[in-house]
């Protein structure tokens, strides 16, 4: 019991603390595979040229396709993971969207992306991804968009830098931590799970100079840098992920794409 009430007056002194405290570092977060709301533009000349269903729409304005309840419980819709999964373009050989759909995470910069991909019951319980963190950042005085930024991404997608039809990530996060550095000093840098691999790669593409200078520290959450059982059995069994979706769905999409 007494050890108990010393761990509770520690805590409430170490909050009071941070709240106090004028100097925060800044943070940057990194979510993982999943785990950015994605939206997308639809715009499909001829749809008898894509792997769509006949019946899917062909204009969309941008709207969620990741991840929408009212799109995928009970879940009867093919069109929206048809909109999602990438085709193979043998040219340049390598993954692209389908001609006429635009898919994007929106509002880089911010957390939004990364903070519930859907806050609607009863997705809120599996889509929570940074908003615990980011609540808890924000009551210590953290800013979104500010001290406390997100670098979410298109996670169908990894080698960015190699694509053309894709902005450059690793670029848009370099500017983005620097832009930050220049207000508030070297950042503390948050993954989660593919986003500690994200940020692997992104310090292979700015190079230590640049780590040195800009990133204060890294922590890296469930990054899997052995590898993933999960990618294994949502290819091939067939894993829903924790969703409520059915896991036969989501295998064709996971076969189809890269990450």
């Known amino acids: 019991m007494a050890v108990s009430l010393i761990i509770i007056v520690l805590c409430l002194i170490s909050n009071s603390y941070a709240e106090e ?20 533009e639809v715009d499909i000349a001829d749809i008898s040229q894509t792997p769509l269903p006949s019946d899917c729409d062909t204009h969309l304005d941008y709207q969620r396709l990741w991840i929408a309840l009212k799109d995928l419980n009970p879940f009867n819709n093919d069109c929206i993971l048809g909109y999602l999964t990438p085709t193979w373009n043998s040219e340049t050989k390598e993954q692209i969207d389908i001609e006429g759909v635009n898919i994007l995470s ?7 992306a990364c903070d ?27 800013v979104d968009g500010d001290n406390m930024v997100g ?4 996670w169908r997608y990894y080698r960015y830098g190699e694509y053309k039809h894709k902005r450059n990530w690793f670029e848009d996060t370099k500017e983005l931590i620097i832009n930050t550095y220049n207000k ?8 989660h799970s593919m ?35 999960k990618s294994i059995a949502a290819a091939f069994p067939g894993n829903n992920l924790g969703l409520p979706v059915r896991a036969s769905k989501i295998r064709p999409f996971a076969r189809r794409t890269e990450t």
């Open 21 to 40: 405290c004028p100097a925060k570092k800044p943070i940057v977060f990194i979510p993982g595979i999943l785990a950015s709301i994605l939206e997308a």
């Open 106 to 112: 929106p509002k880089f910069g911010s957390t939004y």
């Open 116 to 142: 519930e991909i859907d806050p609607n019951f009863p997705l809120s319980i599996f889509a929570k991804c940074f908003h615990d963190l980011i609540k808890k950042f924000k009551k210590l005085g953290y």
């Open 151 to 154: 670098a979410s991404y298109d």
């Open 184 to 191: 508030y000093g070297k950042v503390v840098v948050i993954s």
């Open 195 to 229: 986003g500690g691999l994200m940020f692997y790669k992104f310090l292979d593409y700015v190079g230590k100079e640049f780590a040195d200078k800009y990133i204060d520290n890294w922590v890296a959450m469930s990054t899997p840098f052995l590898g993933s059982v």
